[in-house]
């Protein structure tokens, strides 16, 4: 059964720190993605890293796919409070078989 | 927008009830599913549809059955609802089955 982890599972900082968070399995990913999610809303679509060792960018967030594509990392510059919420990863099996499945996620919070 | 509703947003009901949630989708895509979320569970998977009349369980399917007589609607069913169904509920739709999924906005059933 593939498993994700996140790491840490909640994180509360002040504006203008920065920050990493983790996400983590024993299992092959063919990609993975990032969502985050608001309070009362459904999770939206950061970004989806689909080759070992690729970084991607966002303004001031900083996506990584580890080499083996078994985890992953989302690094924040300067947070601001617009960047409170609930960030989620989701990684796609190799096979065609696999489901996406998601991790528990990380709770983040900017305080002003 | 991915153009993605549910209704109802809120429900309370009592154990033993049976419960139908609706997701609406104006995209026409294929694909949609059903997901539950709990704290420190993340999304999980309930049911997913892959076109009219074509249906399958996911990762937490006992209780639920679905329904999707229509492209635009999936109907999540609970047949006697219990403590353990009380959760946030999300539906979510992509264009194929290992593509993106966009999510709606979530229900939240509460079930005494």
């Known amino acids: 059964t593939q498993l994700l982890e996140q790491s840490p599972q909640f994180l509360s900082i002040q504006e203008g720190e920065n920050l990493t968070v983790y996400c983590n399995s024993s299992?092959?990913?063919?990609?993975l993605q990032w969502y985050r999610q608001e309070p009362g809303e459904g999770p939206v679509l950061l970004v989806t890293?689909?080759?070992?060792?690729e970084v991607k960018k966002l303004k001031r967030l900083t996506f990584q796919f580890g080499d083996a594509r078994k985890d992953s990392s989302l690094h924040i510059t300067a947070a601001q409070p617009g960047d409170t919420g609930l960030y989620l990863c989701?990684?796609?099996?190799?096979?065609?078989?696999?489901?996406?499945?998601f991790g528990p996620g990380t709770s983040l919070s900017v305080i002003p | 927008d991915a153009g993605i509703t549910q209704s109802p947003r809120h429900k309370v009901t009592e154990t033993g009830t049976p419960v139908t949630l609706r997701c609406h989708q104006t995209?026409?895509?294929?694909?949609m599913y059903w997901y539950r979320q709990d704290p420190g569970h993340g999304l999980r998977l309930i049911h997913y549809?892959?076109?009219?009349?074509?249906?399958d369980k996911g990762e937490v399917s006992d209780g639920y059955s679905v329904s999707r007589s229509k492209t635009e609607d999936f109907l999540l069913t609970l047949e006697s609802a219990t403590s353990s169904q009380t959760s946030v509920y999300f539906c979510?739709?992509?264009?194929?089955?290992?593509?993106?999924?966009?999510f709606g906005p979530g229900t939240r059933l509460l079930v005494l």
């Open positions: 989701a990684g796609e099996g190799e096979t065609s078989y696999d489901k996406v499945i």
């Open positions: 890293v689909v080759t070992g060792g």
């Open positions: 299992s092959v990913f063919s990609s």
């Open positions: 979510a739709i992509s264009v194929g089955y290992r593509e993106t999924q966009y």
């Open positions: 995209e026409n895509h294929r694909y």
């Open positions: 549809s892959y076109g009219v009349k074509d249906t």
